[in-house]
């Protein structure tokens, strides 16, 4: 039996900083993954429950009312008018969709971003496809990919794609049959910029063919572990997946469904989750800037990421001798090599713990 060649799980890698930070007196202030630290709002909690005796299988497509309150989301919240509830599929969390999706789009090569979440090159490898990273077109040449992968807000720069750069690479790709997924796990938490989802009008101009954008709803609605999220856009490929997924059995669990479809229908704790990152990133950045550090992009997103201008694995070494594990950049691509990605989600006690021990 022979499995697909991977990288190294990246937090397997991390285990013997994790073990130095933990050592410390006050014990580890863990800023390396994105995993949300706050409750799920009681709204949802309660919406979960609504389905909890109710013993058939779920739709694959989920429910009517699941993917009207996503339209309706996305339109409320990041301008994007007039989608049609039927393009609308719920996932398993959105990691699940973004490792399987070019497996299940049949594509043979993908274009990544050259900083970028792990699971993008993952993904392909599982494919039997080829991956390249590249984030400005000229880099490719006349090459015409199956996929091509956005973030905006990036994971793990935090770096805002504008307008221009979008319809740019909308515009490429059409002319070469490429498929566009962006990635907009992060769009609401926009910091010194708003994020732009690729499917706004002024990116897309009102035709979604070719395109898909991937949202998730565990930064923003601390769901994580509900595993909850969705994909939409160009009907035709969403059509595809809900035939491929149905076969595969790749089913939102209908409690979560119920949940999903309160967290999309209320604003309020998006604000409210909002506020809480926002001041644990006020703390956070001038304290980082004063031990040294600098801070480049960020402008968006859950992470700060932040070099001295030395080696990755330097600077997560001289952090987790002060109890505080971070993300090396090298997790993310070979040009993340004097970078670490330093996430916002930890207690306020966490975080300003960290800030007493970088002064």
Not at 8 to 14: H, K, M, Q, T, Y
Not at 241 to 269: C, F, N, Y
């Amino acid at each position: 039996m022979s499995f697909p060649e991977l990288p190294d799980f990246p937090w397997d890698v991390l285990a013997d900083h994790a073990a130095r930070a933990r050592t410390h007196p006050d014990g580890v202030v863990d800023l390396s993954m994105g995993t949300p630290v706050d409750p799920v709002p009681p709204l949802i909690q309660a919406a979960l429950t609504t389905a909890a005796e109710l013993p058939g299988y779920p739709t694959t497509h989920g429910l009517p009312e699941l993917r009207t309150a996503a339209v309706a989301a996305l339109e409320r919240r990041h301008g994007v008018p007039g989608l049609d509830p039927d393009t609308v599929l719920p996932t398993i969390g959105s990691k699940e969709l973004v490792a399987w999706l070019p497996t299940l789009l049949g594509v043979t090569s993908v274009v990544i971003p050259e900083l970028a979440y792990p699971t993008y090159e993952v993904g392909a490898r599982l494919a039997g496809a080829s991956s390249v990273r590249a984030d400005g077109l000229t880099a490719l040449g006349p090459a015409a990919p199956g996929l091509v992968w956005l973030n905006s807000p990036s994971n793990p720069t935090g770096r805002v794609l504008p307008v221009e750069h979008l319809r740019k690479v909308i515009a490429w790709a059409r002319e070469r049959g490429t498929i566009v997924v962006s990635d907009e796990c992060y769009l609401a938490l926009g910091w010194e910029t708003e994020p732009i989802s690729v499917l706004h009008p002024s990116v897309s101009d009102g035709d979604l063919t070719g395109i898909l954008a991937v949202h998730s709803l565990s930064k923003t609605s601390s769901l994580a572990g509900y595993r909850a999220g969705f994909v939409t856009g160009d009907p035709a490929l969403v059509r595809g997946l809900l035939e491929v997924r149905k076969h595969a059995g790749l089913i939102v669990p209908r409690p979560v469904q119920a949940a999903m479809t309160a967290a999309l229908s209320d604003d309020e704790h998006i604000a409210t989750q909002k506020s809480r990152f926002a001041a644990r990133r006020a703390h956070l950045r001038p304290a980082l800037e004063s031990a040294g550090f600098r801070i480049d992009h960020s402008e968006a997103g859950l992470y700060l990421w932040a070099t001295r201008e030395e080696p990755a694995w330097t600077t997560t070494e001289w952090l987790a001798t002060r109890g505080i594990l971070v993300a090396p950049g090298t997790f993310y691509g070979p040009t993340g090599s004097h970078h670490v990605r330093i996430a916002l989600t930890a207690p306020d006690d966490h975080i300003a713990s960290a800030v007493t021990r970088l002064q």
